[in-house]
């Protein structure tokens, strides 16, 4: 399959950026494998519902809506910060909200700061299958990551999975296929970036390595069968 000069559009957080990998991220990688000419949109902290001070995916869509993209691929992640529980005592950052029926729901035109995780994710798979219907398009669930609770980053990735499978958007499950476990510490040093000094890896921020033997292979793997 010939790749190059197709339009690939890159949104979500920072592992889909490549934070813990001077920027050199998903994007990068499939761009320089396949020939994919790269709009990018991501961000670093990116939280799909709504917190105060932090890139909202809603309004990356928004952006991308707005500029007028015309992508023939679109990859992007979201979740794993919203599900984090380091900024509230014992809550994630943004509730994960009951699961919304139907196929009439919110778009990211409609969603308000107010709105839950599942609604805001179910409003972006609504908006790309409406507004991007020949493009082939990708969600990223990571991996295992020991700076989140096990608990909470399943309930999040399956609810993520479930609205995926509902508007026939396809994915790769890197949590439960791609064998890397943050919580070993061995897998946490080797495969993550010591972002903040720690004298280790931070759990969550894929290095080269992490990129280029648990990320990549499934990744452009599931890019050649959609």
Known sequence: MDFKGKKLLIFG???MNGSGNNEYGVGEYLSAQFGF???K???GGARVGYVAGKSWEVEQVRQILSDK??????????FTNDCCMEDKENEPDVPIGDFP???DGKTVDEVTQADDFST???????????????????????????RRGDRIQKL???RALALCAKWGIAYVDLYSESGLNTFIP????????DSYGWGRGDCTHPNALGYELKYMPLISAKIKTL
């Open 41 to 43: 949109y991501t961000v």
């Open 186 to 193: 061995e897998h946490r040093d080797l495969f993550t970036a």
């Open 69 to 78: 993209a015309e992508p023939d691929y679109i990859v992007f992640d979201g």
């Open 37 to 39: 000419e790269l709009l």
């Open 156 to 158: 999040y990735g399956e």
């Open 120 to 146: 805001c994710f179910d409003a972006i798979l609504h908006t790309l299958a409406v507004k991007f219907p020949r493009a082939k398009i990708l969600f990223v669930r990571p991996h295992n990551m020991g």
């Open 101 to 103: 029926s139907g196929y």
């Open 13 to 15: 957080d920072s592992i």
